[in-house]
Each structure stands twice: as C-alpha cells, then as structure tokens.
C-alpha cells in the first residue's frame, strides 16, 4: 500500500497507509513543526478538536467532562491556542457559514448562539462576515417562497404571510428585511400591506 498523509486541519495529519487501523493514528504538529506530545488530558482534547473546529467555552466544558479542574483546563485551553490548534475566530467562521448554509440560520439567530458559547463580538463580526450579501437575500427569498407554498391551503393572505413572517423571524432573519420581502409579496398579490 501506498503511504498517505490527510491533512484533518492546519495542524493535524494522519499518516500512515490508508486503512482505518491507521485512521486512528493521529499526530499533531506546533506551529514550529514539532510533534506533540501529550498525556494526561491531552490526547483527549486533541481528538475533540480533530473532529470539528471548537471553541474556548466547549472545550472547557470538555475538559471538565472529563474530570480536569479550573486550573488545568485554563492551562490546557491556553497550550492549544498557543499551538494554533484552537482558534475563536476560525470557529465563528466556520460555525456562522455551516448554520447558514445547512441550517438556512439567519444572522441574528447565529449571533444569538456565538455569544451564549461566549464568542467575543469582534470574532462574531468576523463569522458574520463569511455569509455573502446575495446569497443571504435568495435564502430569505427561498425560504419565503417555500413557506408560502407550505401554507397554501390557509385561504387568508394576511395570516399566511404573518405566519411566513413569524417563521422567518424565527430562523433569525432580520424582522426589517423580512417585512420588506413579505410587503413585496404581499403588494404584488394584493396592493395591500400587512406591516404599516
């Protein structure tokens, strides 16, 4: 068999031959190129990282899953920001793009999350920043199409549209793009406005 190395992120290869056996495998480089080495809760948290990019709050939660106390954790947080192996911004990013893009999350919504897992704002303008102007306006458009479909049989236009709007603002939608996209609906079908 042929030798393979795939690169999981910046800092992680497996390498070996590609079976699962070797899929296990992990190791880790600095950002110097060094191998590390870890025991303890290390090669724990390492895997937990491999898996899916995280932020502070969840990796801390993590470690105190795993029986690691205040002090410890806080060491261990801080040796895999230094090894550029944890990285908020990184995470925001990855995490405003994934919900949006799978999820079809608005940006308030997405904002509500990072800050419960404690993401400081200039890195969840950052996140934000990811999402495409356009391609936020045809979700919203999309998703509006789609639920106006949904309620097909609710005869009355002004409860299907405030439902529709209900739904968006759910998603975290703005409320003022949301009222613009149903007031323009709304006025082709009706030359009426349900929002004043």
Known sequence: MTSVIHLIYENSFIIGDETDE???RVQHFDNEGKIIQESGF???ILNYCK?????HWEVRNKLYELGC???ESEEQISRLIEKGILNEERYAKAYAGGKFRMNHWGKEKIKQQLKLRKISD???KKGLAEIDAD???KMIEKLTNKKIVELKSERN???KYRKTYKYLVQKGYERDMVIDIINSKLKSNT???IFP
């Open 157 to 159: 236009q002004i409860i």
């Open 122 to 124: 200039y890195c969840i």
């Open 191 to 193: 030359d009426k406005s």
């Open 51 to 55: 898996y899916q990019e995280r932020c």
């Open 22 to 24: 070797d899929m296990d």
């Open 69 to 71: 106390g205040k002090d």
């Open 42 to 44: 290390g090669p724990a």
């Open 135 to 137: 391609d936020y306006e």
